[in-house]
């Protein structure tokens, strides 16, 4: 196959690419802004940073009117049924749920708060070392939730 390849005048292209095993370790985001995007030019960094800031916040708006949507639709639906007699609400009982659900997340919160102060600490560092691109980002998304 490479005589044939000779005879074309083609050579065989055996050029390879060599992975950083330390970078493997590291989540797409932090390979992203540490290595790729802080090294391009600040206009590049400003643009990338405030179009993915808008999109996100506009998806975020979108998001929020269609959960709001719903949740005030299906509070709505239901004091009507209360209303009309066709739905009967055993007040008691939702208070004991709602008393039981807010102990059992307060116990699972105060599990996870190591996690996410982590996270918060992680965050707090890629802010701190991309400052062009997180401002932009805002920015970006606070005109995306204002569209």
Do not use: C
């Amino acid at each position: 196959m490479a005589d044939v390849a000779k005879d074309l005048g083609q050579e065989k292209d055996e050029s390879f690419e060599v992975l950083d095993i330390a970078v493997a370790g590291q989540n797409w985001l932090t390979r992203a802004l540490d290595g790729e995007l802080s090294r391009k030019s600040v206009p590049v960094q400003i643009g990338i940073g405030a179009t993915t800031g808008w999109y996100v916040g506009y998806l975020f708006q979108k998001a929020g009117k269609l959960a709001a949507t719903a949740v005030g639709g299906g509070f709505f639906i239901i004091l009507i049924g209360h209303q009309t007699g066709y739905l009967r609400i055993d007040w008691k009982r939702v208070e004991q749920d709602v008393n039981r659900t807010q102990s059992k997340l307060s116990a699972e919160a105060g599990k996870r708060l190591p996690e996410v102060s982590g996270l918060l600490t992680q965050a707090k560092d890629l802010i701190k070392k991309n400052v062009i691109i997180s401002s932009s980002f805002g920015g970006g998304f606070l005109l995306g939730i204002a569209m």
